[in-house]
């Protein structure tokens, strides 16, 4: 059974910076392209970033130059780095396995994510 557990959010000013993580049961981040989503409530779930097991990725335009995706394969781990963070940032995000871009379905159920909150 593959899991996945969210971690790092918080509430940050607008400006300021979180890094996520994301930590997945066995060698999932070896095998699959994975993605960060996020989600707001009423919308539907957001695929904001991709990497692939051999590090190459992309972002959403809405969090270009601003949101860097990275894993660690030792550790099975899916980072987001969020640096200039805006109040629309504000969500749930999540981890899960991301087969296409930009759109995205997952293969694995969804962790609890981890809850973003850009205010001041």
């Known amino acids: 059974q593959v899991q996945f557990v969210e971690s790092g959010g918080g509430l940050v000013q607008p400006g300021g910076s979180l890094r996520l993580s994301c930590a997945a049961s066995?060698?999932?981040?070896?095998?699959?392209?994975m993605g960060w989503y996020r989600q707001t409530p009423g919308k539907q779930r957001e695929l904001v970033a991709r990497?692939?097991?051999?590090?190459?990725?992309v972002s959403a335009d809405s969090v270009k130059d601003r949101f860097t995706i990275s894993i660690d394969n030792a550790k099975n781990t899916v980072y987001l780095q969020m640096n200039s963070l805006k109040p629309e940032d504000t969500a749930v995000y999540y981890c899960?396995?991301?087969?296409?871009?930009?759109?995205?379905?997952?293969?694995?159920?969804w962790g609890q994510g981890t809850q973003v909150t850009v205010s001041s």
């Open positions: 899960n396995t991301a087969r296409s871009w930009p759109f995205s379905s997952s293969d694995f159920a």
């Open positions: 066995g060698s999932i981040v070896s095998i699959y392209a």
């Open positions: 990497i692939t097991p051999g590090g190459s990725a």
